[in-house]
T-cell receptor, first 115, second 118 residues
Framework: NAGVMQNPRHLVRRRGQEARLRCSPM?????VYWYRQLPEEGLKFMVY????????ESGMPKERFSAEFPKEGPSILRIQQVVRGDSAAYFC?????????????FGAGSRLTVL | AQTVTQSQPEMSVQEAETVTLSCTYD???????LFWYKQPPSRQMILVIR??????QNATENRFSVNFQKAAKSFSLKISDSQLGDAAMYFC???????????????FGTGTRLQVTL
């Protein structure tokens, strides 16, 4: 079981460019969550998706950020026109069902640096 | 909204000794889940231990145990026989029960950096 796979591990973008972060959940998991970790802070919830559906995006900035989890392929977190404040580690987690008792399994994160 | 507070930015423990990391939270819910995650320098988030609020018995996982005080809304982590590999950031996290609009979210504290010395 390969666990939650995120790529790229490191991404450098200039201001105004687009960043795309990918997440493949654990085998058998159909629920994906994205979290952001700013330097020296804890993780902050961004969005929760199931296959082809956004369930909860209350933590996602209203502009420039979007997420999808298509029927086939990984979940994508897309940040358009990046700014320096977007520099952070972005973590993906997955779970097999909606139950609150189920533990979220995290990936190793993608570190975005905006120059 | 729930909040999680970790008041110790850094802690240090000698190898083989015991250390306790503090966590308090605020919620109006009666049933919920609490977690401790470890984040080593690799940045991978690793689950250390979890506790269901409806269970009075404190969770234990080998050298890791918790002191869950529901009335005080306190959830501390005790690491016994500390090892060099325990050095990491430790995050306390709260999750609402199932079938609520916020059940998908983990709310994290700001973390405690644990150093383990020889």
């Amino acid at each position: 079981n390969a666990g939650v796979m995120q790529n790229p591990r490191h991404l450098v973008r200039r201001r105004g460019q687009e960043a795309r972060l990918r997440c493949s959940p654990m085998k058998g998991h159909s629920h994906v969550y994205w979290y952001r970790q700013l330097p020296e802070e804890g993780l902050k919830f961004m969005v929760y998706l199931q296959k082809e559906n956004i369930i909860d995006e209350s933590g996602m900035p209203k502009e420039r950020f979007s997420a999808e989890f298509p029927k086939e392929g990984p979940s994508i977190l897309r940040i358009q026109q990046v700014v320096r404040g977007d520099s952070a580690a972005y973590f993906c987690a997955s779970s097999p069902s909606y139950s609150g008792a189920n533990v979220l399994t995290f990936g190793a994160g993608s570190r975005l640096t905006v120059l | 909204a729930q909040t999680v507070t970790q008041s110790q930015p850094e802690m240090s423990v000698q190898e083989a000794e015991t250390v306790t990391l503090s966590c308090t939270y605020d919620t109006s819910e009666s049933d919920y889940y609490l977690f401790w995650y470890k984040q080593p320098p690799s940045r991978q988030m690793i689950l250390v231990i979890r506790q269901e609020a409806y269970k009075q018995q404190n969770a234990t996982e080998n050298r890791f145990s918790v002191n869950f005080q529901k009335a005080a809304k306190s959830f501390s982590l005790k690491i016994s026989d500390s090892q060099l590999g325990d050095a990491a950031m430790y995050f306390c996290a709260y999750r609402s029960p199932i079938n609520t609009g916020t059940a998908s979210k983990l709310t994290f504290g700001t973390g405690t950096r644990l150093q383990v010395t020889l």
